[in-house]
């Protein structure tokens, strides 16, 4: 294996708190450490379209406090093509790059794996998505902030519950994965949390009316996961107008203000974490694997096993919910 040169670095998918300190520490590391850094523009798309910087300490200065990604996000289809990794491949070796950190979600670590795979290019991945939705770690870059996000504005949504004596469906991103939800109801003492996971096993929508919900208290708040097949809090609604027409739901949807503002010190601390090990594993001779931290302990994931849907909810977590509601 040739020794690495030159790293270069992408965000990409969607966008999540604690991408900019990865960005940051990825850089600086290399750089500590005499690699050469590329910043690499808009995902994979900067690959095949080439738009692709060089990165100097300098150029990741003052943005640790801030949401997004100073490298831009962007979904390119090109990418999921033999020929637009080609391109890819192309343009990433005349612009002398070795090896590459891909910060991103489930999709981005699965190109990942196929680039990495077909080119035979070191590629380490740092899991950078709000959803928590990968395998092999307990924690995702962005979600320790979506989750505070989430919890400020149940709190504020308990008192318009409250006040007017009503159910209210939050839904929350998770991209078919129930942590926000489920994490995010523990956290603002919501009444239930409806998620993908459990969605074979039991009504949850059932489950809660006949729980007796409103027997003793006067307002509800339910945190729904998103769900396309199942039309998320909006299907919940409709269902509660049709099926249980003595409620008067209502539904807020928190959407995009997900994904933005300054991350928390708990995920500044793991984007920076990560992403220094990401450069101690491309040292090391370590290839094609995720970044995860399990226990506290930085661990390497393998791409497959990051991309796998191994990710479990703490089943234990909806029961308490329950319990912790009545
Ligand atoms: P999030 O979890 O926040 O949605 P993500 O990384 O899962 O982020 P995706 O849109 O699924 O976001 O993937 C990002 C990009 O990764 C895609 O636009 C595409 O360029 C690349 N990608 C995804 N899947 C593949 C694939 N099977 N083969 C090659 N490239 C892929």
């Given at each position: 294996m040739a020794a690495i040169?030159?790293?270069?670095?992408?965000?990409?998918?969607?966008?999540?708190?604690?991408?900019?300190?990865?960005?940051?520490?990825?850089?600086?590391?290399?750089?500590?450490?005499?690699?050469?850094?590329?910043?690499i523009k808009r995902g994979y798309y900067g690959l095949v379209y080439n738009e692709i910087e060089?990165?100097?300490?300098?150029?990741v200065s003052n943005i640790i406090q801030q949401g997004g990604t100073i490298l831009k996000t962007a979904r390119c289809k090109e990418f999921a093509t033999p020929e637009g990794r080609k391109t890819a491949y192309d343009n990433m070796r005349a612009a002398g790059i070795d090896a590459l950190v891909v910060i991103g979600g489930d999709g981005s670590l699965t190109g990942a794996r196929i680039f990495a795979e077909e080119y035979d290019i070191p590629i380490v991945g740092l899991p950078g998505t709000i959803d928590n939705d990968l395998g092999g770690t307990d924690s995702t870059i962005g979600y320790d902030t979506a989750l505070n996000t989430i919890v400020d504005a149940v709190d504020k949504i308990r008192d318009t519950a409250t006040s007017h004596e009503r159910l209210f469906f939050v839904e929350v991103m998770g991209h078919m994965a129930g942590d926000?939800?489920?994490?995010?109801?523990?956290?603002?003492?919501?009444?239930?949390?409806?998620?993908?996971?459990?969605?074979?096993?039991?009504?949850?929508?059932?489950?809660?009316?006949?729980?007796?919900?409103?027997?003793?208290?006067?307002?509800?708040?339910v945190l729904v996961a998103e769900n396309p097949s199942t039309g998320g809090a909006m299907g919940l609604a409709e269902r509660i107008k049709k099926e249980f027409p003595q409620y008067d739901a209502r539904v807020t949807?928190?959407?995009?203000?997900?994904?933005?503002?300054?991350?928390?010190?708990?995920?500044?601390i793991l984007a920076s974490r990560m992403g220094a090990a990401a450069i101690t594993a491309l040292g090391d001779g370590q290839r094609n694997v995720m970044i995860g931290v399990k226990n506290g302990e930085l661990v390497y994931v393998p791409f497959s096993k990051a991309t796998c849907h191994a990710h479990r909810v703490d089943y234990a977590d909806i029961d308490l919910v329950k319990i912790l509601s009545i």
């Open positions: 040169k030159t790293i270069g670095i992408l965000t990409s998918g969607g966008d999540a708190p604690g991408m900019n300190a990865a960005i940051r520490a990825v850089t600086r590391t290399a750089i500590y450490n005499k690699f050469s850094v590329k910043g060089d990165f100097t300490s300098r150029s926000l939800a489920l994490n995010g109801a523990l956290a603002s003492g919501a009444e239930a949390a409806i998620i993908p996971e459990m969605e074979t096993q039991i009504d949850q929508l059932a489950d809660l009316v006949n729980r007796g919900f409103r027997k003793s208290k006067n307002s509800a708040i949807i928190l959407g995009h203000l997900q994904r933005g503002g300054s991350p928390t010190a708990a995920d500044r």
